[in-house]
């Protein structure tokens, strides 16, 4: 099993940047993908970006490319998600999840960290 902590989330102002972790814990061999997703009040969970495990590719979802980008450090079984030029549409919760395979679901996922962004 899997565990994830989310943290880093705040209250900003527009053109600010955050820096969201996640911490991996417990059986984190079993990881082959970690995701970030955002979810809006009234709004459907957005992919926002992902990372394989052992760091090495990386993608990020059209609408925050040039903004967002997401690394890992192996050391620290931590994963960041490094917000830049927030816009109030960044508003949401922050969910960080886990795959275990290229073919299988986000099956683990941690408890979400606040992100508003006021104009």
């Known amino acids: 099993q899997v565990q994830l902590v989310e943290s880093g989330g705040g209250v900003v102002q527009t053109g600010d940047s955050l820096r969201l972790s996640c911490a991996a814990s417990?059986?984190?061999?079993?990881?082959?993908?970690l995701g970030w997703f955002r979810q809006a009040p009234g709004k459907e969970r957005e992919f926002v970006g992902s990372?394989?495990?052992?760091?090495?590719?990386?993608r990020i979802a059209e609408s925050v490319e040039g903004r967002f980008t997401i690394s890992k450090d192996n050391a620290k079984n931590t994963v960041y998600l490094q917000m830049n030029s927030l816009k109030p549409e960044d508003t949401a919760v922050y969910y960080c999840?886990?795959?275990?395979?290229?073919?299988?679901?986000?099956?683990?996922w941690g408890q979400g960290t606040q992100v508003a962004v006021s104009s």
């Open positions: 417990g059986r984190t061999f079993n990881i082959y993908t």
């Open positions: 990372i394989l495990w052992n760091g090495r590719h990386s």
């Open positions: 999840a886990a795959k275990a395979g290229p073919a299988t679901d986000f099956g683990a």
